[in-house]
Structure formats: C-alpha cells, structure tokens
C-alpha cells in the first residue's frame, strides 16, 4: 500500500453496504457532534432492493437516506462517497469488498465481519496493494478521525465519545488491532493527551488488510497528527514492519507503543487469546520480542502495560513543553436529542398515546383479549363465540350464549352462490383478482336488503315490544312510515317452507335462554304479517336480531343504556359480516380452483341456473 496520508476528513462520505440501522444512526449522530452539515453516509446498498429510502435523524431532522441495489449503482449515484463500510456476512464478505475495491472513486474498505476465509483476505490485501487503497478488517470496528467521520460503532456510545473528546480532533494518531482495546485507548489519550486525531483499528485476524506500519507511515504525513500511539498483540509479524519503518526513519515522529500478551509466557502450551491472529507462537511473535525490538528502533515502550498510560502522558508532556506540540482547545459538544423510546423508557418524558383500545392488549408477553390470554383460551373449553364475547362485548358470556353466537356464524356462513354478496365474489374471482379483492366484493354488497337487516329488526322489535304495541299495530305503523319491517320476508321460503335456519335458532334458545321475550314477540308479528302474504315470514336477520336482545338481557351483564348503544352501533350486523366472510371467501377459492381445471370429476360440481 503506497503512502495515502489523510483518509478522512469532515466532508467524507460513505456507502454503506447492508442496512444496520443502528450503526447508520450511530454514524449520524457523530455528524451532529462534529457541527456537520452533510451525512457522512450518502447511501446504502440493500441488494436486490433497489430504489426507496430508509428514515434516519441527522440531528433533530428526520431525513431519508438513499436505497440502492447494487455497488455500481451506489458508485454511480454518488461518486463522492469514497469510503465502502461493508456490514456483509463473512459468507459474502469477499465477494462485495473485492466489487467495492474494483470501483474508482473508493479508497478505503472497511469489512466488518469475522470469519472471512484467509485465501480470501489475501486476494483482497493483494488487489488493494496493487491500486492503492486501504483495506480496514477483516474483523474490524473501522476507525474515527476525531471531529469528523466515524465509521458504524466505531468508539462506543455517544457519552464515550464525548467524555473522550472525540467530537474535535486532537494531536493524537493511534492504530491498534483491538476494536475494544481502541475504545479503552480513546479515554486513556482524553486523560494524558489533547486527545485522539485519528484512531485505526485494522481488525484482529492474522491477516488484517492494513498493517500497523501502514497507518503509522500515513500519520507521518499527516501535520495534525504530532505524536503517535500503537497497541499491538502477541502473533504475527504485523509489529516489525514497524520497526523496520522506524530504523529506515520514514516514521520520525514520537512513537508510544505496547504489545500485549506478555503473560503467555505463563503458559507451558500454546495460548490462543481473543483474536485469530493473537496466539503464541515462536518467540519472534511474542510480546517480548516485539517490544524489545520496537524499543531498540527508537519506540517510547515502557516496561507494562500498567506503565503505558505514563509513558504516553510523559511524552505528551515533554513535547508541550518543547514547543513540538501546542494543545488543541476544548470545544463543548452539543447535545444530541434523545430518542423518543429510550427517553421513555427512563422515565424523562411523557408520551401521548396514538391508540387506544379496549379490548385488547399485546405488550405482555403474550396477547389478551379483555385480560384474558391466550394460554386460558387455548386450554379451556372456549370457543368463536368466547372470543367474540370478548372483543365485541367486553364480557365472558357464559356458555349458551357463546355457544348462540358461534351459531349464528355456522348458520350465516352461506347461503348458496346466486345471492348477491357471494354472486359479486364470484365475479371479482372468476375476472382473475386477488382473494381480498374478491372477499371485499361480496361484503360490499351487504345492507338492509342482503344480510344487513339485523341491528334494524332489533331496534324495530325492541321499539314495539317495549312500547307494548300490538303486532298488526306495529306491522301497520311501520307500512304508514313506508318502511317494511326489518327481518320480515323471504324470497323462497315461506308460510309452508320455512327457513331451517330459523327453527334451529328457535329451538335452542327455548331450551337454554333464561327468556325469549322478543322472540316471542316477533314470532306474533309473524303471525300477523302471513295473512297478508304467505312469504311474509320471520327471517334469519329478524330472529338473529330478536334473540339477541333477549341475550343481551337474559345475562344480566348490560345496562340499559348498553343494550342501547350494542343496538345503534352496528354489533349484530357485524356478526353477519363474519359468518359471511367464511363463505365469500370459500367461494371466490372455489372458483380459482374451477378456473385452474382442479376439480377433476363432473359430480364434484352442483349446477345452477341463473
């Protein structure tokens, strides 16, 4: 790798590839540290999802950043974007860092993750080396150039990057291996230094993409950097290629380093630490050796790491005090707004609700209906109609009125295809659209003359039978308004063929409701209303509507006032729009299943005329 010098600065820019969005934030809320006034990420390659955008805060504005779906696209987009952060997996880590390296305008790769395959790492280190550009990782965090541009976690939270100073630059220049190590480094150089300039860490594998040296040559040239701190590890020969640039004096400037890992000679068998590349090996790559070589070369080393943090704020000292440093001023970092969910969460706000329910609840750990859960509806003897009676009517009903309701839904579910709701959904189907489309069709359709009448029989029932009317007078009142009465009449069925539907709603609420009041009345006006036409009958929306006050009364469990309002809200209508919808749906999958030639045999189909 030739001499770069200088890889970021506060106008740097990054593609980032596979979206995180918490390293993306991260990265933005340095922005907002440093006082910039652009991104330092310009876009982020989702592959295969191209287009679109995905929110982020940049300070206290939401903005939206970029979605592009390949690297060429993202380069073509923005060519100013000369750093490549690629969170891809070590499955396909190569194949996205070597597309990365093969574009122009990027200079720097930083790969994220572990576990890339050696053979690998070296066609990338070879590539990078051969045109010139700076290979971070594999195993890395990135790096930092102190009030300016952070790459993903680079340097942990926000309050430890401000209580390191790094939101402006110092005079530092530090490279280590260790991601984590960097960040303890970081604090260590705000406590004995004017701070970090820039931070490097070239990952932990045994053949990272940049070596110590590399950085180290590059703070040479860099005139804000005036002294230089290194942190190495047992394994490799990573460290001597410092030592070399030491004695050939390409780096001049005062060198503060430690290798780490002197306690393996402790050990009487090989020692592999954290990192791939930090085992101990023979004694070249052992912390002594290391240190010792790099102190013969010139280095500041000090005799343990407990002495590192003197040895740096000795030197940092001695060179203020020779005029070869002057300090960098402190300048306040502004704050940067809290998210809403973690101020929340402590306690450092109030937040008004957007929704409000009272009927359910999934914030536990697991769902509720009206405050019972799911393990109570699924081990129990519950039913449709417990889960109706929660939601709906806020109550455990007890079981013969569940058992109704669940009923009713069975009883409504169909009513053959040449009705108009189901005749809809069969069209939509049969003109090639989608299940809801078709679903939607059908419900529509659903009003006072189609499946829509029962809320109306029950309030007109529960009008006339409180009122004590009789029933011709009900009947007559209601032909004088020019109005039919809701739940009464009957295409088909009539005097002599009557709904089998009804009966059976009939015969169970005689044998299990405590009363059937409006029943009864409603059977009455039947009475009256067959001597006029004999398909004057009681329907299924008349009786479902009429048994339902009697329900709702028979419980004991509602008031008046909220027998009322179930009435005028559009409850019970509700009830036939979902027994209507099992049917909807099973004909339009009926038709598609027609259309597709899947019912082989000629008695598998019933034919109408219509």
């Known amino acids: 790798m030739g001499t770069l010098g200088q890889i970021f600065s506060k106008d740097t820019q990054a593609i980032f590839y596979n979206w995180k969005p918490n390293p993306v934030q991260r990265m933005l809320d340095f922005d907002f540290l440093c006082g910039r006034k652009t991104p330092s990420v310009a876009c982020v390659v989702q592959p295969g999802n191209p287009d679109g955008f995905q929110k982020v805060f940049f300070g ?7 979605l592009q779906g390949s690297v060429a696209d993202a380069v073509e987009a923005h060519p100013s974007a000369d750093v490549f952060i690629n969170f891809a997996s070590f499955r396909s880590a190569y194949e996205s860092t070597m597309e990365a390296l093969q574009q122009p305008t990027i200079r720097v ?7 890339v395959p050696e053979h690998d790492t070296k066609k990338l280190i070879a590539y990078a080396q051969a045109h010139n550009k700076i290979i971070l990782g594999p195993a890395t965090v990135g790096g930092l150039q102190a009030g300016a541009f952070r790459i993903g976690d680079t340097a942990g939270t926000l309050d430890n990057i401000v209580a390191c100073r790094l939101h402006r630059p110092g005079s530092v220049g530090f490279v280590s291996k260790s991601g984590g ?26 053949f990272p993409g940049s070596t110590l040296s590399d950085h180290c040559v590059r703070y040479q040239d860099i005139a804000e950097v005036k002294l230089i701190v290194v942190l190495g590890e047992l394994g490799g020969q990573d460290e001597y290629s410092l030592v070399e640039a030491l004695k050939e004096k390409r780096v001049t400037k005062p060198v503060v380093a430690w290798v780490s890992g002197t306690c393996a000679k402790l050990f009487t068998s090989e020692v592999q630490f954290g990192h791939a590349g930090a085992k101990s090996g023979g004694q070249a790559e052992s912390a002594q050796a290391k240190n010792a070589a790099l102190k013969d070369a010139g280095a500041i080393v000090p005799d343990s790491f407990e002495d590192f943090e003197t040895a740096i704020k000795l030197t940092y000292n001695r060179m203020v005090k020779d005029g ?28 008004p609700t957007n929704i409000v329910s009272t009927i359910c609840d999934d914030r536990g750990e697991e769902p509720t209906y009206h405050g019972v859960d799911m393990t109570t509806l699924m081990t129990g003897d519950k039913n449709v109609g417990d889960v109706i009676s929660l939601l709906w009517f806020k109550r455990q009903l007890p079981k013969y009125a569940t058992r109704f309701i669940e009923m009713c839904i069975m009883l409504c579910a169909d009513h053959g295809p040449c009705v108009s709701g189901a005749h809809n959904a069969i069209v939509t189907s049969r003109a090639g659209k989608d299940l809801v489309s078709c679903l939607v069709s059908g419900l529509l359709t659903i009003g006072p003359r189609f499946g829509g009448a029962i809320d109306d029989a029950a309030r007109q ?35 002599d063929n009557k709904d089998k539907r009804v009966e059976l709603l009939q015969n169970y609420a005689q044998k299990f409701f405590p009363s059937t009041k409006y029943l009864q009345y409603a059977v009455r006006v039947e009475q009256y209303t067959l001597t006029k036409a004999a398909n004057l009958v009681l329907n299924v929306d008349g009786c479902i509507g009429c048994l339902f006050l009697d329900l709702l009364h028979s419980t004991k469990q509602f008031s008046p006032a909220e027998i009322k309002d179930i009435i005028q809200i559009g409850y019970l209508n509700g009830l036939f729009v979902l027994a209507r919808s099992i049917g909807l749906i099973g004909h339009a999958l009926d038709q598609k299943r027609l259309q597709q030639g899947l019912y082989r045999h000629p008695w598998d189909m019933v034919l109408y005329t219509k």
Not at 181 to 196: A, C, K, P
Not at 333 to 345: C, G, I, N, R, T
């Open 461 to 495: 029932f529960q009008r006339a039978c409180d009122a004590k009317l009789d029933p011709d007078e009900f009947v007559e009142d209601m032909k004088k308004q020019g109005s039919r009465v809701p739940g009464i009449g009957h295409r088909i069925k009539s005097k």
């Open 181 to 206: 190590m960097s960040n303890e480094m970081y604090n260590v150089l705000s406590r004995t230094t004017d701070g970090l300039y820039e931070g490097i860490a070239i990952g932990g594998d045994v």
């Open 324 to 351: 070869s440093l002057k300090p960098q001023p402190d300048i306040p970092a502004p704050s940067v707004p809290q998210d809403l969910a973690s101020a929340q969460k402590a306690g450092k706000v109030r937040v």
């Open 109 to 115: 790769v930083a790969v994220i993750a572990e576990g």
């Open 60 to 66: 206290r504005e939401e903005i939206g950043i970029p």
